[in-house]
């Protein structure tokens, strides 16, 4: 069984870039989540998605936004880029969404570095 | 509220030894506690989860302790290998979402 997919795996942009982000989660899986890892702060929640609708979503400004597609996949954008931007992003898939606790399933993350 | 405090930021331990991660929380409405290890290049893949009915769970090497009236629980792995080198998130769940802990960097000497 195909894991869970990011692409791209590494980007460079430029501040006030933006930039759309791809996550094919494990098949049958109809949770996706997002999160974004930086040194120091560890994982912090983005948004997740479940049955294409948004179904919570983390602190972050309104230049982060995601959408979920009738087969699962995910997408999520940053507007603006901000030099703090710069982060990897994680992907996660679940076959039932996240307030039943079940497992998350990762991606190996999209490395986004904004100059 | 939804933070959880994770400590050491680093480890480093000789092979054999005993691994100790922390992790604290202040929310009485998290009741799921997984523990995710991440290898450099990865994603985060589950380790071992607890629930607050029980105070210990052990699986192979890796053990995790629970003690809920002071909202703490720690991961234990004993003899510790060279390949347990990773970075180790301890983390909660309240019903809404996971919320993750800063992270610890474990570093396995052979």
């Known amino acids: 069984k195909a894991g869970v997919t990011q692409t791209p795996r590494y980007l460079i942009k430029t501040r006030g870039q933006q930039v759309t982000l791809s996550c094919s989660p494990i098949?049958?899986?109809?949770?996706v989540s997002w999160y974004q890892q930086t040194p120091g702060q560890g994982l912090q929640f983005l948004f997740e998605y479940f049955s294409e609708t948004q179904r919570n979503k983390g602190n972050f400004p309104g230049r982060f936004s995601g959408r979920q597609f009738s087969n699962s996949r995910s997408e999520m954008n940053v507007s603006t880029l901000e030099l703090g931007d710069s982060a990897l992003y994680l992907c996660a898939s679940s076959p039932i969404a996240q307030g039943t606790t079940g497992e998350l399933f990762f991606g190996e993350g999209s490395r986004l570095t904004v100059l | 509220q939804q933070q959880v405090k994770q400590s050491p930021q680093s480890l480093i331990v000789q092979k054999g030894g005993i691994s100790i991660i922390n992790c604290a929380y202040e929310?009485?409405?998290?009741?799921?506690f997984p523990w995710y290890q991440q290898f450099p290049g990865k994603g985060p893949a589950l380790l071992i989860a607890i629930r607050p009915d029980v105070s210990e769970k052990k699986e192979g090497r890796f053990t995790i302790s629970f003690n809920k009236s002071a909202k703490q629980f720690s991961l234990h792995i004993m003899d510790s290998q060279p390949g347990d080198s990773a970075t180790y998130f301890c983390a909660a769940n309240d019903g809404q979402n996971f919320v993750f802990g800063p992270g610890t960097r474990l570093s396995v000497l052979p």
């Open positions: 929310n009485t409405a998290f009741d799921y």
């Open positions: 098949s049958g899986h109809r949770s």
